[in-house]
């Protein structure tokens, strides 16, 4: 489909709240990716309000959920994917799943599912995983390096596949709700909530259990959501880690398939 430069160029000041920490998501053809640095969410300074803060790729939150760990012998193994939001909440539930399991994290930001269908092998590895936590979403509204919601579906039915094939226990996380104070992010609702149906009916009709991160986050936005951002503050991303740790929990838990 084509795009009318104005409307691309509107869409892209829109989507830069959503999408400024993220490492540059995989170009449509044509398209040159957006400098890494450029408009980058900045986490604020405590005690220094006129401070510009601390962008979020250098807080140590983010730095430190890239890290690979080392196994814990005897405890089950657990992989996150998912996009700058995930980054955020994976120490915390990490620290929340202590002594219970090793959660791991793919090494990057996932961004869309055109380019984790490029990268999936690569992040699954060879190793054996007992749960795997996913989510796309977010990026998949770009437009230009996004994807349409026919073109979203297929990528995903793709990569459930695939996962599927690892025989871990899987958990889909629905996308958390763009921010309410950037008037032109908040207009794209109607598509993610399209986005998070679409992934629903795919994870009902494979029996895959859903963590509905967007429902439990909503309510809750004033208080852990950053200020005109997608992103969430790191006692933000502890809230979130706590469901998402209880459901990893239960997966653990529960009479293998």
């Known amino acids: 489909m084509l795009w009318k430069p104005l409307f691309a160029l509107s869409w892209l000041l829109a989507a830069s709240a959503v999408l400024a920490a993220d490492e540059p998501a995989q170009a449509a053809k044509d398209e040159k990716p957006a400098a890494r640095r450029t408009n980058r969410v900045r986490v604020p300074s405590r005690g220094q309000p006129n401070s510009l803060g601390t962008p979020l790729q250098d807080a140590k939150y983010w730095k430190d959920a890239l890290v690979p760990i080392k196994d814990e012998p005897g405890l089950p193994r657990v992989l996150l994917i998912g996009d700058s939001v995930s980054v955020c909440y994976t120490l915390a539930t990490r620290e929340l799943l202590k002594g219970e399991a090793n959660v791991h994290r793919i090494p990057a930001n996932g961004g869309t599912t055109t380019k984790s269908l490029q990268e999936i092998d690569g992040w699954l590895g060879e190793g054996h995983w007992d749960v795997i936590h996913f989510n796309w979403g977010l990026h998949d509204l770009r437009q230009l390096a996004g994807t349409t919601l026919e073109q979203y579906e297929q990528n995903l039915r793709k990569l459930v596949k695939r996962l599927q094939a690892t025989s871990a226990k899987l958990i889909w996380c629905s ?58 503050t790191e006692e933000g991303s502890k809230v979130l880690a706590e469901p998402i740790a209880r459901s990893i929990r239960q997966a653990i838990r529960s009479p293998n398939r």
């Open 175 to 232: 996308s958390t709700p763009l921010p309410g104070d950037v008037p032109r992010s908040a207009q794209q609702t109607d598509d993610l909530l399209a986005r998070n149906a679409v992934a629903k009916k795919i994870m009902d009709e494979n029996g895959i259990a859903i963590e509905d991160l967007f429902t439990f986050a909503k309510p809750r936005l004033a208080k852990i959501q950053m200020p005109r951002s997608a992103h969430f």
